[in-house]
C-alpha cells in the first residue's frame, strides 16, 4: 500500500519535523508513505471572504496538479465537516480499500484557511478528526499517528488505546 499526504505549507518547527519523521519509519513496515509540500498563501490580518477564497484557490491549483502527479488514487480530504470515524473505523476503512484493490490512498491537507471546493469535490470521502481546529502542522502528525494506529490494528498488533 502507498500512503501520500499532500499538504500546504512547510514545516519549520523541528519538534513537528522529529515527530513527522519518527511516524514514517513506524508505517514504513506496513506501507510506502511519502510527504509532498505545496507552497502555501501568506493571509493578510483582515482579509475579505474574496480574498480568503482567492487564497484557498491558489493553493488548490497547487494541490490539483500534486493530485495529478499521484495518478490513480483513493483521495481523503481532511475537513471539519467531514465523516468522524473512531481508530477502528478507520483501520476498517483502509483494509477494506486494499481488499477493493486500491493501492494509492492520497490524504489532502489544506492550508490555514482550509480547503478550496475545486480540491474538495476530488475526494472520493471527507474526513474529519474534530469539530476542533488545528493547526495544519499538527494535523499532519495526527493523520500520520492514526494511519500509522491503523495499520496497527489490521496486523492485530497491540496498540495504545
Not at 469539530?131 to 491503523?150: A, G, N
Request: charged share 30%; with cysteine.
Amino acid at each position: 500500500m502507498r500512503i501520500s499526504i499532500l499538504c500546504v505549507g512547510k514545516i519549520k518547527e523541528k519538534f513537528y519535523k522529529d515527530a513527522i519523521a519518527e511516524y514514517t519509519k513506524r508505517l514504513s513496515r506496513y506501507a510506502s508513505v511519502s510527504v509532498v509540500e505545496v507552497e502555501d498563501e501568506k493571509t493578510p490580518d483582515g482579509a475579505s471572504d474574496i480574498e480568503c477564497d482567492n487564497i484557498k484557490k491558489k493553493e488548490a491549483d497547487r494541490l490539483l496538479k500534486a493530485m495529478e502527479k499521484c495518478g490513480q488514487s483513493y483521495v481523503i480530504t481532511l475537513e471539519i465537516d467531514g465523516k468522524n470515524l473512531s481508530s477502528e473505523e478507520m483501520a476498517d476503512k483502509i483494509q477494506k480499500l486494499g481488499v477493493d484493490g486500491v493501492s494509492h490512498i492520497v490524504f489532502v491537507i489544506g492550508g490555514s484557511l482550509g480547503l478550496h471546493e475545486s480540491v474538495t469535490k476530488k475526494a472520493d470521502m471527507h474526513l474529519s478528526f474534530s469539530r476542533m481546529t488545528f493547526p495544519h502542522q499538527l494535523m499532519r502528525v495526527i493523520l500520520l499517528e492514526q494511519i500509522y494506529r491503523s495499520f496497527r490494528i489490521i496486523s492485530g498488533e497491540p496498540y495504545h488505546k
